[in-house]
């Protein structure tokens, strides 16, 4: 069975700081690791996956993701934050096989201040 | 090409109501997925479905919840009796089966029981 685990429900920032997200899973098998955005009202886009191969993971917006096998974590971070990066960011876990589902972690509300 | 057309976006209904959430897939994709957003619970996964067979259906709450694929193209979740606590949003997402597990999603289904 898989789960994730988002820690901290809000994140705030100001413009240009660093922007860190965390997440941590657990998986029986290899995982799948995924990190999605939520602008209000509106779906989830995906920003960027692991699957296998390298484990440093570039995105769009210039957001990245490490996996680290040893601490069980899949990270987001961005250098620099944007006004327009404010959004809900998931973590997200699936079995390293394909057809199976997406586990979603609870959410990590990220604000950003001028 | 268009991405997953979910209707309707918003819909209120009284207790008691049937309610039916009907949701086309992106063209070529094999794998369908429902899930629902509240703030207590985030994300969760209802149903699955892989080449028009549901796969995972233990997360559908009860048997007011039933969900079909009649075809690759549609599909439909309905909640009949609908409660007060079946007010969410039902986002419905798909997939290529061999396509690294990425989850397209549409823009959701806000439903209100009141």
């Known amino acids: 069975a898989q789960s994730v685990t988002q820690l901290g429900s809000h994140v705030s920032v100001s413009e240009g700081a660093l922007v860190l997200l965390r997440c941590n899973y657990s998986s029986s098998v290899p995982p799948y690791l995924f990190w999605y955005v939520q602008y209000p009202n509106q779906g989830l886009q995906l920003l960027l996956k692991y699957t296998t191969g390298a484990t440093l993971v570039k995105g769009i917006n210039g957001f990245e993701a490490e996996f680290k096998k040893s601490e069980t974590s899949f990270h987001l971070t961005k250098p620099s934050a944007h006004m327009s990066d404010a959004a809900e960011y998931f973590c997200?876990?699936?079995?390293?096989?394909?057809?199976?589902?997406?586990?979603f972690g609870k959410g990590t509300t990220l604000s950003v201040s001028s | 090409d268009a991405g997953v057309i979910q209707s309707p976006r918003h819909e209120v209904t009284e207790m008691g109501q049937e309610v039916t959430l009907r949701c086309k897939p992106i063209s070529g994709h094999n794998s369908l997925f429902w899930y629902r957003q509240t703030m207590m619970r985030g994300l969760e996964l209802l149903i699955y479905?892989?080449?028009?067979?549901?796969?995972?259906d233990s997360g559908m709450p009860e048997d007011r919840f039933s969900a079909k694929m009649p075809n690759a193209s549609f599909s439909t979740l309905k909640i009949q009796p609908s409660e007060p606590r079946d007010s969410a949003v039902y986002f419905c997402a798909s997939s290529l089966l061999a396509g690294g597990g990425e989850l397209f999603f549409g823009e959701g289904s806000r439903l209100t029981v009141l």
């Open positions: 997200a876990v699936s079995a390293y096989q394909a057809g199976t589902a997406l586990i």
């Open positions: 479905f892989n080449n028009n067979v549901p796969i995972d």
